[in-house]
């Protein structure tokens, strides 16, 4: 199981359409692009580099479908805490 962490007082949010999404981190960039961080915490049992690459491969396919390829920079995927317990 995997979720998403806020992180130290909320540092870790965006607010798009009035909704908050916490974990989730948008930087603009000064080309055009945003670059896009994802700090996760769950019960995990795999190796990790593997899983922030498929992560990444959604988000990228996610994106060309919505056409929005074009602004995606940099996809930075932080796990702040992986373990055999916890809540998320």
């Given amino acids: 199981m995997i979720g ?4 130290p007082r909320g540092l870790w ?3 798009s359409d009035g909704e908050r999404l916490g974990g989730v981190t948008a930087l603009a ?3 055009g692009r945003y670059e896009i ?3 996760l915490v769950g019960r995990l049992l795999v190796p990790l580099h593997p899983l922030a ?3 990444r491969s959604r988000i990228e396919r996610a994106a060309a479908e919505a056409g929005l390829a074009h602004v995606l920079g940099p996809i930075e995927i932080a796990f ?3 373990g055999e317990s ?3």
Avoid at 4 to 7: K, L, M, N, Q, R
């Fill in 53 to 55: 690459a498929r992560i």
């Fill in 37 to 39: 961080g994802l700090h």
């Fill in 4 to 7: 998403a962490v806020e992180g």
């Fill in 29 to 31: 960039l000064r080309d």
């Fill in 86 to 88: 916890g809540d998320v």
């Fill in 80 to 82: 702040e805490d992986a």
């Fill in 13 to 15: 949010v965006t607010v």
